[in-house]
């Protein structure tokens, strides 16, 4: 379905409503909420940041691993030197020639790692993996927080392109008043002034039309620059649909809210940080040893070479050869000025910072699934009194048409039916967006909102 200047099909309360796409004009974007969802999470700023976040602590993680678990390397080096001397070189004095052309070739396979008594390495590891998981959940709440707003925003839209299909029926309905008033007017059955009240309903409900026309522009230009789609975009919501509420109790809600939100976990591992930097605090007290070891081969041309020239002592094959080394270092600083005493106290308001936000993100918690779930309840009654109370209005307006028109009720009786009728219209589109919003809001409380999947039965 496209859009276009006018309200396109519709399906509202069961009735299917059409008007015309302009004429000749060129076919602008046309966006589904999935497609809103993925162009707001490829374009937004924050999720491009919190990804290069989340890439950078990867890098350091991979980096620590270097630095925790011993690292193989191999190398290849050929060495080459050529010198000449008019005086036989710097061995001359003790009666030896200096070799004027020398090559070496050396491959070699090699290991070093650094064994941390204390386990300070385990716990740099431990610390590199809590921050990229914390960074993985603070980007997953970003995600589903941009999603919310960009379903909230596209469901606003189709608000107003329902209202606007009420303000249609409206006006259509005040055309046939207007010529019902002047049919009795000519009939002698009623007064001039009906007649002039209708037209002024008629001319009100006009001008109604065209300023939620325009509403509807301003809301998906006002999407589409906020998702960094192309501002001429236009989103395609043909009806609204009310996915259930989650069942169980609260409390079971808020068990399943403290296992999946990505905010609570990120004040988790931020707790979890702060305990493994407390535990750093003891790596002076062990000792640190170094491990190295390599093996490869080298060969020399040059002196394979020479050996030539003394065939009975020449040597078959290139020269293998393997190091292996240990170094134990312990240290312990006797004065540093305060360093070690006030890190400690830095590492213990470090935890007992993190333990007051996760207290506070566990509460928080609590209350959002608690006021969200029974805002989602709230909103699902008020939907269903909402249903009834358009039904019934748009009932009654239709009867008080009736009755005008065979002289039955007055103009005002009427209008006032017809008014009561749209108003109960709007409540319905109102209290249906309500709970769809609801529902969106209630699942963010959860952490079930997965943003790449949002939208799969919204």
């Given at each position: 379905m496209r859009f276009h200047g006018y309200v396109p099909a519709l399906v509202i309360a069961g009735t299917i409503l059409f008007a015309p796409l302009g004429a000749g004009a060129q076919t602008p974007p046309v966006l589904s909420l999935a497609d809103a969802v993925r162009y707001a999470l490829a374009h937004n700023p924050t999720v491009a940041q919190q990804v290069a976040a989340l890439a950078q602590a990867q890098g350091a993680l991979a980096l620590q691993k270097g630095q925790t678990y011993p690292t193989v390397s191999g190398s290849l080096q050929s060495y080459l030197t050529k010198s000449s001397s008019s005086y036989g070189g710097a061995y001359q004095v003790i009666g030896a020639q200096q070799q004027n052309v020398f090559s070496q070739n050396t491959a070699s396979i090699g290991t070093q790692y650094t064994l941390n008594a204390g386990g300070l390495g385990l716990l740099k590891l431990a610390e590199a993996q809590a921050q990229v998981d914390q960074a993985a959940a603070t980007?997953?709440?970003?995600?589903?927080?941009?999603?919310?707003?960009?379903?909230?925003?596209?469901?606003?839209?189709?608000?107003?392109?329902?209202?606007?299909?009420?303000?249609?029926?409206?006006?259509?309905?005040?055309?046939?008043?207007?010529?019902?008033?002047?049919?009795?007017?000519?009939?002698g059955a009623a007064a001039g002034v009906d007649v002039l009240r209708a037209q002024v309903a008629q001319e009100k409900s006009s001008s109604t039309l065209v300023a939620d026309r325009a509403a509807v522009s301003n809301a998906m230009e006002s999407l589409a620059q906020s998702i960094d789609a192309p501002i001429e975009s236009t989103f395609s919501p043909l009806f609204f649909k009310q996915p259930p509420l989650p069942q169980g109790t609260v409390e079971t809600l808020v068990s399943i809210a403290e296992s999946?939100?990505?905010?609570?976990?990120?004040?988790?591992?931020?707790?979890?940080?702060?305990?493994?930097?407390?535990?750093?605090?003891?790596?002076?007290?062990?000792?640190?040893?170094?491990?190295?070891?390599?093996?490869?081969?080298?060969?020399?041309?040059?002196?394979?070479?020479?050996?030539?020239?003394?065939?009975?002592?020449?040597?078959r094959g290139s020269a293998g050869y393997w190091t292996m080394g240990a170094t134990t270092s312990f240290t312990l600083p006797f004065v540093d000025y305060g360093a070690r005493h006030t890190e400690r106290i830095q590492d213990d308001a470090g935890i007992t910072s993190a333990q007051a936000a996760l207290d506070a993100a566990r509460g928080q918690v609590e209350l959002d699934v608690r006021q969200t779930y029974r805002a989602a309840q709230t909103?699902?009654?008020?939907?269903?009194?909402a249903t009834d109370e358009q039904r019934l209005?748009?009932?009654?307006?239709?009867?008080?048409?009736?009755?005008?028109?065979?002289?039955?009720?007055?103009?005002?009786?009427?209008?006032?039916?017809?008014?009561?009728?749209?108003?109960?219209q709007s409540d319905y589109v109102n209290a249906d967006v309500a709970y769809i919003n609801a529902i969106v809001n209630l699942r963010v409380a959860l952490g079930t909102y997965d943003a790449d999947n949002a939208t799969a039965d919204l």
């Open positions: 980007l997953k709440r970003t995600r589903e927080q941009i999603a919310s707003s960009v379903t909230a925003a596209y469901y606003g839209i189709l608000q107003k392109l329902s209202i606007v299909a009420i303000d249609q029926n409206d006006l259509d309905y005040q055309n046939l008043l207007v010529k019902a008033a002047q049919a009795k007017e000519r009939a999946s939100r990505p905010d609570l976990l990120a004040a988790e591992l931020a707790l979890h940080g702060a305990q493994l930097t407390r535990k750093n605090f003891d790596r002076e007290l062990f000792p640190q040893i170094q491990f190295s070891g390599s093996f490869g081969n080298q060969f020399s041309p040059t002196t394979f070479v020479l050996e030539q020239s003394a065939i009975p002592n020449l040597s909103a699902q009654t008020q939907l269903a009194y209005g748009k009932e009654a307006a239709r009867i008080a048409q009736l009755q005008y028109q065979n002289g039955i009720i007055a103009f005002s009786d009427v209008a006032q039916a017809e008014q009561t009728s749209v108003t109960a």
